[in-house]
C-alpha cells in the first residue's frame, strides 16, 4: 500500500501511516510527471494540497488510485464527481484549519484597523528620519470592540471568526444560503461556556450595515462581491478574503479603495494565484499574505493525523 505525499504532510501524520504499513513517497513530483510515478511505483494514496492538482486525465491514466486526499478544505484542485464516479474515495480535513484562518482574519484586521500594514512598510526606511511625521500619518486608528463584522459564509470557519469577534466585543452578523440558524458556543478559561444563537440575514443587509466584512465559502463561478456589492456598502469599509481567489473582482475593490468607499483590503487568496496582479500587491491600503490561513504548526499536525485517520479507515473497511 503505497502512498504519494505531494505537497508535504505533518511527521504526526506520516508517522502513523507507516506505523499503519503504509510505504510514503514524500518527494514533491512534478505535476507532469505524476501519472508516470503513480504507474511505476504502484501507487494506491494520493495527498495534496493546492499545488498539485488531479484531474480526469491523472484519474484515467492511474487505475490503481483508491484514494484521493486533500490536506485543507477547499477541493477546486481536484476532479471531485469524476474521481467519485470511478469508485475512488476523495477525502479533505475540513475542520483541521478553521482556528488557523479565523486567527489571520483578526491578524489583518487588527493589523489593518491601526495602518501596521503601512507603517511597518514605512518604519524602516523613514522611521528614523520622519518618526514625527510618521506617528501623525498613522495616528487616528479605529477600534474593533462595538463595531459591525459581516460573515459571508457560516461554515467551519465562519463559525471560528464569529467567536473571535464576539469575545472581542464586536456585533458579529453573518449571511450563508445554507445556514439559517447556528449556535455559536464560546469556551472560557474557568471552564464555563456562553451559547449565542444566530441567524443569518441577507446579504444586501449584511453589506448595508458590516463596518468589516469577511468571506470564507468555497471556490465560486461568479464573483460574490463585485460593483453592485460595493456600491451597497458602508463608506469606509474594510474587507478580507482569506476564503479563495476570484469571490471579489479586483479590479473593482483597486476602483472603490481609490474613490474612498472600501478603506482597506486584506487579501490572503488571489484571483490570479500563484501571480496576483501588482496593482493588488503594490496598493498600500492592502494587507498581504501569501495564502497562508492554514499554515500553522498546529493546522498542519492536525491535518496530518486527520488524513492518516481517514485514510487507515477506509483500508479497514
Do not use: W
Not at 118 to 145: A, C, H, I, V
Request: charged share 25%.
Amino acid at each position: 500500500m503505497n502512498i504519494l505525499i505531494n505537497d508535504g504532510i505533518s511527521e504526526e501524520g506520516e508517522k502513523k501511516l507507516i506505523q499503519s504499513g503504509f510505504k510514503t513517497y514524500t518527494k514533491s513530483i512534478k505535476q507532469e510527471e505524476i501519472i508516470d510515478f503513480i504507474n511505476t511505483n504502484n501507487i494506491e494514496v494520493v495527498l495534496v494540497r493546492s499545488a498539485t492538482k488531479i484531474r480526469k486525465d491523472i484519474i484515467d491514466s492511474c487505475p490503481k488510485l483508491k484514494i484521493i486526499g486533500r490536506g485543507g478544505v477547499g477541493m477546486d484542485n481536484i476532479d471531485v464527481d469524476y474521481a467519485k464516479s470511478k469508485g475512488i474515495n476523495v477525502i479533505n480535513t475540513p475542520a483541521a484549519s478553521s482556528i488557523s484562518v479565523a486567527e489571520l482574519v483578526f491578524a489583518h484586521l487588527f493589523s489593518s484597523v491601526r495602518y501596521l500594514h503601512q507603517s511597518n512598510r514605512e518604519m524602516p526606511l523613514n522611521g528614523d528620519k520622519d518618526f514625527k511625521k510618521l506617528k501623525k500619518n498613522y495616528s487616528g486608528g479605529t477600534e474593533l470592540k462595538g463595531k459591525t463584522l459581516g460573515i459571508v459564509g457560516f461554515g467551519r470557519i465562519g463559525k471560528e471568526v464569529a467567536k473571535i469577534g464576539i469575545a472581542i466585543g464586536m456585533d458579529v452578523i453573518y449571511f450563508d444560503l445554507h445556514s439559517k440558524e447556528s449556535e455559536i458556543k464560546l469556551n472560557f478559561f474557568d471552564g464555563s461556556e456562553k451559547v449565542f444563537k444566530m441567524k443569518s440575514i441577507d446579504l444586501s443587509k449584511l453589506l448595508k450595515n458590516s463596518d468589516f466584512i469577511t468571506l470564507h465559502v468555497p471556490a465560486q463561478k461568479n464573483y460574490i462581491i463585485s460593483a453592485k456589492e460595493f456600491n451597497m456598502m458602508k463608506n469606509g469599509v474594510g474587507i478580507i478574503n482569506a476564503a479563495r481567489g476570484g469571490t471579489i473582482d479586483e479590479n473593482e475593490l483597486l476602483k472603490n479603495i481609490h474613490n474612498g468607499k472600501v478603506s482597506f483590503a486584506a487579501l490572503d487568496t488571489f484571483e490570479n494565484e500563484p501571480l496576483p496582479s501588482l496593482k493588488i500587491l503594490m496598493n498600500n491600503n492592502i494587507s498581504l499574505s501569501p495564502h497562508i490561513g492554514a499554515a500553522t504548526n498546529e493546522a498542519q499536525k492536525r491535518i496530518g493525523i486527520e488524513l492518516a485517520d481517514q485514510i487507515i479507515s477506509i483500508y479497514k473497511r
